[in-house]
Structure formats: C-alpha cells, structure tokens
Nanobody, 124 residues
Framework: QVQLAESGGGLVPAGGSLRLSCRSS????????VGWFRQAPGNEREFVAA????????YYADSVKGRFTISRDNAKSTVYLQMNGLKPEDTAVYYC?????????????????WGQGTRVTVSS
C-alpha cells in the first residue's frame, strides 16, 4: 500500500483555477492507478478523474471533461489535478486514491488507499 497526501485546495472565484497535488510516500507508487474523487456536503462521493500507472490513459467524469486535467510525475510520486473554469458546483472535499489491480477505475470501491482530502470552495 501507499500513503497519500493531498494539497492545493482553497477558495477561488468562479472561473478561476486550482492545481491539486497528491503525493505518495510509498515506493510502489508507479505501480498504482490513481483517481480523484470529491464529496460535497450531503452528497455521495463521486468520481472526478483517473489515470493509469504510466499516465498514458486518463478518464474523466462528464461533469469535468474539458475543464480538468489529471497528470502524474512518477519520479516525484505525485499526481496532479489541474482544475480550470471552476464552478460553484465544483465545491467539495477532493480525495485522491490509489489501487494496484486495474489499469484505471472510476469505482471508489476498487481503490484501497485514500488520502485525507483537500477542500475546494468556489465562490459565485
């Protein structure tokens, strides 16, 4: 397993940008697919984006496609989520998660390592 820590959240006006980072302390980070999920108050945790071990394959929720970009730097054991064109409905706690079984996944129950989350607030 790997340990994950998110950073980069904050308060931003609608239309603004943020870059979230998910850093791993594990040596096997490059063998894990990584996903970003988010949870708004009163809502279920939802899938945002996923990236394969090598970074070649990426997958996005329809709600963020064209606005968010997931990428990774395995030399730095870090996955990034660049968020542009933020909307108030993007407000949530964002979590990164890792799993070593699938090339990538949008299913939260297929991830076995989770970070503590970073809060993103988009003001209207």
């Amino acid at each position: 397993q790997v340990q994950l820590a998110e950073s980069g959240g904050g308060l931003v006006p609608a239309g603004g940008s943020l870059r979230l980072s998910c850093r791993s302390s594990g040596r096997t980070f490059s063998s894990h697919g990584v996903g970003w999920f988010r949870q708004a108050p009163g809502n279920e945790r939802e899938f945002v984006a996923a990236i394969s071990r090598s970074g070649i394959v990426t997958y996005y929720a329809d709600s963020v496609k064209g606005r968010f970009t997931i990428s990774r730097d395995n030399a730095k054991s870090t996955v990034y989520l660049q968020m542009n064109g933020l909307k108030p409905e993007d407000t949530a706690v964002y979590y990164c998660a890792a799993q070593a079984r699938y090339l990538y996944s949008s299913q939260a129950n297929q991830y076995n390592c989770w970070g503590q989350g970073t809060r993103v607030t988009v003001s209207s």
